[in-house]
């Protein structure tokens, strides 16, 4: 069982069109991450968000990190095939002091041009 | 400023040969990470390091899986007797030892090891 469960698994949207992707756990996270990976390459952070309630914003992308600090959405508006790749969800469960993360199975964005 | 490196980005072996893969961290990171990841999945976490220090292994880690960070600087995962089980991408990720940032994680690029 994952302690993080990502939805949907994957997504396949046109160019211009919004998106947003879910990271949901029963546990409580001191902090979650967000990573963009492309083909081949390894996790790009996109974003830390630390504190519960906590709305994060880069660009045309959202991060929203929930109340109770089991949860996290990132929204992305007015997609471009820049943003294909497959997106991430992260954390260290809260009293960890190792930091060691856990990760989401992750949601694979398609845009098409 | 350069970040996470990992070398060599692939490998091609046959199984029952020995693997070493090396990552050199962001400098002046104390913690470094190894993760594993396969088609489809998340990164699964292996091991860490603090400084020289090896503080935790996954059970993911058989005792064919080493790894060392001898001088709390560079690292290497060495595999022995590789399996075609083995076949992942191997991430190696770091983060500073400041207080609020520690849980922010920057990975390499990785070392896609296929095993024949």
């Known amino acids: 069982t994952q302690l993080l469960e990502q939805s949907p698994q994957f997504l396949s949207i046109q160019e211009g069109e919004n998106l947003t992707v879910y990271c949901n756990s029963s546990?409580?996270?001191?902090?979650l991450q967000w990573y963009r990976q492309e083909p081949g390459e390894g996790p790009v952070l996109l974003v830390t968000v630390v504190t519960g309630g906590e709305v994060k914003k880069l660009k045309r992308l959202t991060f929203q990190f929930g109340d109770a600090r089991k949860d996290s959405s990132l929204h992305i508006t007015a997609a471009q095939p820049g943003d294909t790749g497959l997106y991430l969800c992260?954390?260290?469960?809260?009293?960890?002091?190792?930091?060691?993360?856990?990760f989401g199975a992750g949601t694979t964005v398609t845009v098409r041009a | 400023d350069t970040g996470v490196s990992q070398n060599p980005r692939h490998k091609i072996t046959k199984r029952g040969q020995n693997v070493t893969f090396r990552c050199d961290p962001i400098s002046e990171h104390n913690r470094l990470y190894w993760y594993r990841q396969t088609l489809g999945q998340g990164p699964e976490f292996l091991t860490y390091?603090?400084?020289?220090?090896?503080?935790?292994k996954s059970r993911l880690l058989s005792d064919r899986f080493s790894a060392e960070r001898p001088k709390g600087s560079f690292s290497t995962l060495e595999i022995q007797r590789t399996e075609q089980g083995d076949s992942a991408m191997y991430l190696c990720a770091s983060s500073p030892q400041t207080a609020g940032d520690q849980e922010t994680q920057y990975f390499g690029p990785g070392t896609r090891l296929l095993v024949l």
């Open positions: 390091f603090q400084n020289e220090a090896q503080l935790e």
């Open positions: 546990s409580v996270f001191s902090s």
């Open positions: 992260a954390g260290a469960p809260s009293g960890s002091n190792d930091y060691k993360l856990s």
